[in-house]
């Protein structure tokens, strides 16, 4: 005799305790609309804003600024920055105002700047530029140690970034600023045969002749070394031509290798 199939009473549970429950779903759904919405208005905002800021931006510094030239000062620029808080413009804007002090020879002013885009860069494209910023503010501050670290880490931070580079151009400088010719050689001679160096590469190799003319004692040691021309014989030899150039006849009154002269004997009588 077959056992009588008992129905499933999940359905039944389930609505049961979403009876139960009821206020309890009601208050989630809400709390999950609002979440939803104020995700959305949030975005919103976000992208108007920085609309917004762009807007203000591009009035600060326009494309025909250059030609222009009457640069807003780098008060303009962070009072933008500030009125747009944390947005992507006003990191930019920072940035063009450390550009505007270091310009101006502003230098420690323009490296708190420049260590400020570092911090609040999201993108990851305006920090390297930064840095190789803050490292040539220490430069020009004649912090020669504290620069020469600088360039080191924005080597190894952002070695795929086109400002490492500038970097090692400029820890070949520092070399040769320390009397280190052979270290700056080194660095010319990585630079120029890196194909990725770009702009930074053909920059070496002028500065690499110039180092080279005025320390030529180090020519021998750049230049590479000649390998010798070896003829393989052999099966490994080359074919030889199937129209060989004949010898030369000698010149008349010479004397051919035999000893004899080259002229040919008159015909007997």
């Known amino acids: 005799m077959q056992p009588e199939k008992q129905e499933s009473t999940w359905i039944y549970e389930a609505w049961g305790w979403a009876e139960l429950h009821r206020w309890q779903i009601v208050l989630g759904a809400v709390g999950l609309l609002g979440l939803i919405i104020a995700g959305y208005v949030y975005f919103w905002y976000r992208g108007h804003t920085e609309l917004r800021a762009n807007q203000a931006l591009l009035a600060l510094s326009p494309p025909d600024q250059a030609e222009k030239k009457n640069s807003p000062g780098h008060e303009a620029f962070v009072k933008l920055a500030s009125e747009f808080g944390s947005s992507q413009t006003a990191t930019r804007a920072l940035l063009l105002a450390a550009g505007e002090l270091y310009q101006a020879g502003k230098y420690a002013e323009a490296r708190g700047y420049f260590e400020e885009v570092v911090r609040r860069d999201t993108s990851g494209l305006l920090a390297p530029l930064a840095a190789l910023g803050m490292a040539s503010c220490l430069d020009a501050e004649n912090k020669l140690d504290e620069a020469f670290a600088a360039y080191q880490q924005v080597v190894a931070k952002y070695p795929e970034d086109p400002v490492a580079g500038r970097a090692r151009l400029a820890l070949a400088a520092l070399h040769e600023a320390r009397g280190q010719p052979a270290e700056a050689l080194k660095i010319y001679d990585s630079l120029v045969a890196d ?67 080259g002229t040919a004997p008159p015909p007997a009588p």
């Not at 490994?236 to 031509?241: E, V």
């Open 195 to 261: 194909r990725k160096s770009g702009t930074a590469g053909a920059e070496a190799s002028v500065k690499r002749e110039v180092l080279l003319r005025e320390h030529p004692e180090l020519a021998a040691a750049s230049a590479p070394a000649q390998l010798p021309v070896i003829t393989p014989v052999g099966d490994g030899a080359p074919p030889a031509s199937p129209n060989p150039t004949p010898p030369a006849a000698p010149a008349p009154g010479s004397s051919s290798p035999n000893g004899t002269s």
